[in-house]
C-alpha cells in the first residue's frame, strides 16, 4: 500500500530590512536541498533578539518589500502572521499558529549559524523543538565542525532533530545595504522591484 508524502515547509522569518537577493538565492537552495513543497517567508514586527535600527521601515513597508522580493517564486508564499499578531515575535508562538494551519505537513524552520547556536536559549525551545525540524545554514566549510557539535547537543538534550545545508550563497549584510543605500549608492543586490520600492519611499536615506 502506498503511503501519502507529507507536505514539506519551510518557515523563513527575519527582519527583511531590506530583503535583499541573498534571500531569494538561499530560499532557492534550500527547497532545493531538503526537497521542500513550500517555503512561508515571515517578516518580524518585533524581534526580541535584535533591535531595529533607527528610521527603519515600518513592519507594513517591510512586509511589501518582501512581497516584491520573493515575487514571481511559485513556492514561496509571505506571511503577515507575526505583522498581525500583538507584542514581540516570539518564534515558538509562530511555529505553534504554522503547526495548527498545517497540521498534517512536516515544518522546518531556517536559520543562520548565529540563531543555530542559541536557539536553545530562546522562549520555550522545547516547544518549538517538538513543532519542527531545524535546518542550518552553513556558510563556510570551517562551521560545519561547530553545526555539528551543536546539532548533537539538541538532539542529546531535547530530541531536536538538526539538517545542516550548505548556503553557497555569498552572503550579503543588509546593515552594508542600507549603508550603501545612504550614501546614494544603487545596490545591485536589491531585487528591482524592491530597489524601486526604496527609492521612492526614500528608505534608509538617514542611516
Known amino acids: 500500500m502506498k503511503t501519502e508524502r507529507l507536505e514539506k515547509i519551510g518557515i523563513y522569518g527575519g527582519t527583511f530590512n531590506p530583503p535583499h537577493i541573498g534571500h531569494v538565492k538561499l530560499a532557492e537552495e534550500v527547497k532545493k536541498q531538503l526537497d521542500l513543497d513550500k517555503i512561508v517567508v ?14 527603519s521601515p515600518s513592519a507594513e513597508e517591510r512586509l511589501e518589500m518582501t512581497k516584491l522580493a520573493f515575487d514571481g517564486l511559485d513556492f514561496v508564499e509571505v506571511s503577515d502572521i507575526e ?18 494551519i498545517y497540521p ?18 530562546w522562549r520555550r525551545p522545547e516547544e ?12 563556510e ?60 519611499k526614500g528608505f534608509y536615506r538617514g542611516v
Open 83 to 100: 505583522i498581525r499578531r500583538e507584542g514581540p515575535s516570539y518564534t515558538a508562538d509562530t511555529m505553534l499558529e504554522f503547526h495548527d
Open 141 to 200: 566549510e570551517g562551521e560545519q565542525d561547530m553545526l555539528q557539535k551543536q546539532a548533537g547537543f539538541l538532539l542529546e538534550r531535547y530530541g531536536a532533530g538538526c539538517d545542516i545545508v550548505k548556503n553557497p550563497v555569498i552572503e550579503i549584510s543588509s546593515t552594508q545595504l542600507r549603508e550603501g543605500i545612504a550614501h546614494g549608492a544603487e545596490s545591485i543586490y536589491l531585487p528591482p522591484k524592491v530597489l524601486k520600492y526604496v527609492q521612492k
Open 42 to 55: 515571515v517578516p518580524a514586527k518585533n524581534p526580541p533578539h535584535k533591535v531595529m535600527p533607527e528610521g
Open 128 to 139: 518549538i523543538f517538538s513543532l519542527c525540524r531545524l535546518c542550518v545554514l552553513a556558510r
Open 104 to 121: 498534517d505537513a512536516a515544518l522546518w524552520l531556517l536559520m543562520g549559524a548565529d540563531m543555530f547556536m542559541t536557539i536553545h536559549m
